[in-house]
C-alpha cells in the first residue's frame, strides 16, 4: 500500500527497503570525488560541464538527504533545473547517465522529449515521465521523489516561429508544441504532481502523487539555431560552442568560434524565438555548454573506451589487438568529419574491425592482429 495515494496498488516489486535506509545507504561523494569518479568511467573531456554537473549531483544529493535524513523540507525556490547545450555526441547524456544512475545511483529517467504530445493526443503525455521514474524507483513513490528526468533533443520540442536562422531546422510539430510545454512547466513548478501508475493503460488505477520538490530536471539540446545566431551577433562573446576559434576561418560555420556567453543563453528572448515559452526556460536555472570534442578528447576516448572494449573480446579469442597510431588518427578524423562527435568513433571503427573478426576469429590459435594504414585504408596483419 502506498502511504500517500490510500489505494492499493499492483506492484511488481516486493516492498523495498524504507526510504530512510536508501537515502542513508548512497555514498556521500563531494563534487570533486563525483568528477574524479567520472573520469573513472571513462568520461573525457568537457571540463567546464563536469565541474557544472558535479555540484548539481552534489546539490541533488545534499537535498535529498537534509529532506530524508533531517527532515528538513526544501526551501521553496531552490530547486535546480539545467539545461545542457551542446552538438550532438559531445557527452550530455552520458554524463547524466553516469553521473546520477552510476555515481549517486538515484533513479534516473532519460527520455526523449520529442516522443510527447499534449494529453488526448497521440504520444506519451509528460507525466509518463514521472511513471517512469517509479518504475525506474523500484514503484517506490518516495525513492522516485529522489530521482532525476533527464530530456534528450530538447530543442526539437520548440515550435520554430522565427526564421531557420535560429532554428537550424524547420520543424512541423507546431500542434502540440506549447501544450507539452506547458505541461512540462506544470512538472518543472509544481510542489506535487500526480501521474498514472501503469502509463495510463488502464482508467482503474487510480494516480500517484509525487513530492516534486527534490525531482531534477535536465533538459539537452544541441540547439544548433544558436550557432547561426551568434555568427551574426558579432558583439556576442565567444564561449561556449564550436571549436577552437580561429583555426577555420569564417566561411566554415563550424570553425566559427560560436561562443555565447551564459549572459545571453539566460537571455529568453532568444529561446522564445527558437519556439519555446519564456517561462519554461526560466525554470531552467542553470544553462551548462558542451564543447563539440576534438580531435585529442576523441583520441582518449578511442583507446579508453572504444578500443579497450573490442581489445577484450579479440582476447576472448586467443588474440592480441595491436592498432598503429596512424590509424587511431585515421579513425580520429574520420570521426571529426562525420560531427557525430564520440558516436562517429564506433562508426568509424566497426566495419573496419568487423572485417578483422571475420578473417581472424574462431580459428582457436593465439596471434596478434595488427590494424595498419595502407593506402587511406585499414588493413588487418595477422603476426
Ligand atoms: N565526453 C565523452 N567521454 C567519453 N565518451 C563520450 C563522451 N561524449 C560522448 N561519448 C560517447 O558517445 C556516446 C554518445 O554520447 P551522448 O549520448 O552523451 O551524446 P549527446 O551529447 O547526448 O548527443 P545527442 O544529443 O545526440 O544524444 C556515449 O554513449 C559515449 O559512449
Not at 83 to 96: D, I, R
Not at 165 to 174: I, P
Not at 324 to 347: Q, S
Not at 353 to 373: D, I, M, N, S
Request: glycine share 10%; with cysteine.
Amino acid at each position: 500500500m502506498s502511504p500517500r495515494s490510500g489505494v492499493e496498488q499492483p506492484s511488481a516489486f516486493p516492498e523495498g527497503p524504507p526510504i530512510q535506509e536508501r537515502v542513508a545507504a548512497l555514498e556521500v561523494l563531494s563534487p570533486q570525488d563525483i568528477d574524479a569518479r567520472l573520469g573513472d568511467l571513462g568520461y573525457r573531456g568537457q571540463p567546464e560541464a563536469r565541474r557544472a554537473a558535479s555540484v548539481l549531483a552534489y546539490r541533488h544529493l545534499r537535498r535529498i538527504r537534509r529532506l530524508y535524513l533531517e527532515g528538513l523540507e526544501p526551501e521553496p525556490g531552490t530547486r535546480e533545473n539545467a539545461l545542457f547545450l551542446g552538438p550532438t555526441g559531445s557527452g550530455k547524456t552520458f554524463l547524466v547517465e553516469l553521473m546520477f544512475r552510476e555515481i549517486l545511483g538515484v533513479p534516473t529517467v532519460l527520455a526523449d522529449a520529442t516522443q510527447f504530445s499534449e494529453t488526448g493526443y497521440v504520444g506519451d503525455d509528460v507525466s509518463t515521465l514521472l511513471s517512469r521514474l517509479y518504475e525506474a524507483a523500484e514503484r517506490d513513490v518516495e525513492w522516485a521523489s529522489c530521482g532525476v528526468i533527464c530530456m534528450d533533443e530538447f530543442d526539437k520540442l520548440a515550435t520554430s516561429r522565427s526564421d531557420s536562422r535560429f532554428s537550424g531546422q524547420q520543424t512541423t510539430k507546431d500542434v502540440s508544441g506549447f501544450g507539452v510545454q506547458r505541461s512540462l512547466l506544470h512538472l518543472l513548478s509544481a510542489p506535487q504532481a500526480t501521474f498514472p501508475p501503469d502509463f495510463g493503460f488502464t482508467s482503474r488505477i487510480r494516480s500517484e502523487s509525487l513530492e516534486m520538490g527534490c525531482v531534477t530536471f535536465i533538459a539537452c539540446g544541441a540547439f544548433s539555431g544558436f550557432r547561426g545566431t551568434a555568427e551574426n551577433m558579432s558583439h556576442v562573446e565567444r564561449v561556449g560552442f564550436g571549436r577552437e576559434p580561429g583555426k577555420g576561418g569564417q566561411k566554415d560555420l563550424d570553425s566559427i568560434a560560436t561562443r555565447i556567453t551564459e549572459e545571453h543563453l539566460e537571455n529568453t528572448t532568444a529561446f522564445s524565438r527558437y519556439g519555446f515559452i519564456p517561462e519554461l526556460i526560466g525554470r531552467f536555472n542553470r544553462l551548462v555548454s558542451f564543447n563539440p570534442l576534438d580531435a585529442a578528447t576523441l583520441g582518449d576516448i578511442l583507446q579508453d573506451t572504444v578500443l579497450r572494449t573490442w581489445e577484450r573480446e579479440f582476447a576472448h579469442e586467443g588474440l592480441q589487438l595491436a592498432v598503429d597510431p596512424a590509424v587511431r588518427e585515421w579513425i580520429v578524423a574520420r570521426a571529426l568529419k562525420r560531427e557525430t562527435g564520440a558516436r562517429g568513433l564506433r562508426t568509424a571503427l566497426a566495419p573496419v574491425l568487423e572485417q578483422a573478426a571475420y578473417e581472424h576469429f574462431g580459428h582457436g590459435k593465439a596471434a596478434t592482429v595488427r590494424l595498419v594504414l595502407k593506402d587511406d585504408a585499414v588493413h588487418t596483419v595477422r603476426d
